[in-house]
């Protein structure tokens, strides 16, 4: 199993990205892909998850009303699109899959790809 996740770069405050994570190696469409963010000293944690199951869509507190997470089973593809960054979005952002249809916590993720490292500056 792979995942390979991009889209990663340097913007200021206000700007968007698009975030995107390639699986490869399992039956995509009944796995679940979630996006984590990491910062150093603060551990990992959880960002979006979109449920293979029946498409619902979970975000941190931080990110609703600015993050959109969507996924493209022909192509084995998620997105993460990233609007309105703030400073405190900066982090590595991973992407991870889970076998669970409704997964957030770190423990239900089985294989993670390398992160991109999002930065945004004030």
């Known amino acids: 199993v792979q995942l390979q996740a991009s889209g990663g770069g340097s913007v200021q405050a206000g700007g968007s990205l698009r975030l995107s994570c390639a699986v490869s190696?399992?039956?995509?469409?009944?796995?679940?892909v979630g996006w984590f963010r990491h910062v150093p000293g603060q551990g990992r944690e959880f960002v979006s998850t979109?449920?293979?199951?029946?498409?619902?869509?979970y975000y941190a507190d931080s990110a609703k009303g600015r993050f959109t997470i969507s996924r493209d089973n022909a192509k084995n593809m998620v997105y993460l699109q990233m609007d309105n960054l703030r400073p405190e979005d900066t982090g590595v952002y991973s992407c991870?899959?889970?076998?669970?249809?409704?997964?957030?916590?770190?423990?239900?993720?089985?294989?993670w790809g390398q992160g991109t490292l999002v930065t945004v500056s004030s």
């Open positions: 979109l449920s293979y199951r029946d498409r619902v869509t």
């Open positions: 991870a899959t889970s076998a669970r249809a409704r997964a957030r916590d770190l423990y239900e993720y089985d294989y």
């Open positions: 190696g399992l039956p995509f469409s009944i796995y679940t």
